[in-house]
């Protein structure tokens, strides 16, 4: 007989089933709600029983909704406690309940959020938890060692990967506490509005992604010559302080490189006078609050808010309590779920902060005849995602129970400790792209629908929200969240997990599957600004 177990946490009620593989289980997050989500995997016919003695009036999939309750036309639709949309027609009790039938409300308005209305007491500080990782010269910490190689202009992007290729063939055997060579390639070209609102991102995400801690404080760059973006407006001399005799920048134009050979054999030495200085780093223990982990959720599914995201959401705490940086982003999966943050903001400035960001995707979702909307994928819909309220409501519960303690702007570098929300577009890759230019050293992504997403910058850790795809998928996945939902593991348990698993990550104990295959996509650029 499946059992049922329940668990109070941040005023949510998550009920979990048991694992009775006959028994028709849902999950129900909180009193109020007027649906929950089927657990069984394949979903569930018309006619099956609950011990709560609700039936199904017709199949319901995997994931989806079904009405607790009769909810009348024009009536609201309850999950998490809040509104994820008004019925557009009347839903009987047992019905399947999906977007075809539902209506978005609007998003919270900006102008009248809670502000530092419940903000949340630090919880006790955890100490004696540390991890092994390499100290730079700027007191920031690396979690691997690697030499990156910065391009200035989409047009020498082929050139570096072929001279990348031959120095890890060559060059990289002979350094052996040097974990990779990567370019830092990109589409940013000549084309653009170089001074226009908006071309401050891109620069500044060149700029902090060569600055990431992985890269040990060696930046080097290779520059065509001829491009907008010159080398000492990508890095200035207070960075570079020796860029006028060029030892670490090579220009494909300068007048000495007499064709392609020459180019490529500059940049191969350049490369090793880098590759000198990397090796000789080793790994210091250090405390777990010099970890900057960056958060994200991609191929979301409705299990994603009940398993995933609040077990990772319990490990941010605990890294909160560590002492470290932990950064959630995704504006327009934030959104709508904007006023539970600013009321945990940990003072006003702080408040105002995320609604300015919130305020200025508002407009440039304008600006592009866009409206909050298209985020939602098909992928989402058919993991019984309805619409972007939904899925904003359990992406946020990433961010855990702490008080919101700063707001970063897209490629900003992240400055502050504790729980912080640096704004990104949702896109998976521009996502981890600007937390790369934010200083991240770890990363944690959650996933329901599955997705080989990964970087060459930062270890990924890759999270389900169902135990199908941690099975289907178990080279790929490396924490199984989808055991919350049928009772075989708490949220505090696989949160304790996830948290453990990042310090052995970090410290270079463990490897994530991503790395293991290396599957690292590459970087792409936030550019609002205009192309010319």
Partial sequence: MASYSSRERAGKTVVAAGTGNLKPLYVKLHPDDTVAIIVNEGGLPAGARFDSGLVLTEAVPEAHKVALVDIAAGEPILRYGSIIGYAEQAIPRGSWVHEGIMRMPDPPSLDNLPICTAVPAPLPPLEGFTFEGYLNDDGSIGTKNILGITTTVQ???ATVDFAVKRIKAEILPRYPNVDDVIALTHTYGCG????APGSEIPIRTLRNISLNPNLGGAPMMVSLGCEKLQPVQLLPITTLPILSDAPYVVRMQDEQHHGFG??????????????????TRTRVTRPASDLVVGMQ????????????????????????????????????????????????????????DLIREMAWFDDYLTRGSADRSANTAPGNKKGGLANIV????????????????????????????????????????????????AAMNMHVFTTGRGTPYGLAMVPVIKVASRTSLAQRWADLIDVDAGRIATGEATIEEVGEQIFRLILDVASGRKQTWADHWGLHNDLALFNPAPLT
Avoid: W
């Avoid at 180019?263 to 090796?279: F, G, P």
């Avoid at 979301?300 to 990772?312: C, E, Q, W």
């Fill in 155 to 157: 047009c020498v992007a």
């Fill in 192 to 195: 653009v509005a170089i001074s």
């Fill in 262 to 279: 020459d180019m490529v054999a500059a940049i191969m030495t350049m490369a090793e006078r880098r590759l000198v200085q990397l090796n």
């Fill in 297 to 352: 959720c991609g191929g979301s599914d409705a299990f994603s808010g009940v398993t995933a995201n609040p077990a990772l959401g319990y490990a941010a705490d605990l890294l909160v309590r560590a002492g470290a940086t932990v950064m959630f982003s995704e504006v327009t999966e934030v959104r709508d779920a904007v006023h539970l943050l600013t009321a945990r903001a940990a003072n006003e400035q702080v408040a105002r």
């Fill in 390 to 437: 939904e899925k904003a409501l359990g992406s946020t519960a990433k961010s855990g129970t702490s008080a919101l303690a700063g707001v970063f702007g897209p490629g900003e570098r992240v400055t502050k400790r504790g729980l912080i929300f640096a704004a990104t577009p949702a896109s998976d890759f521009v996502c981890g792209t600007l937390q790369l230019a």
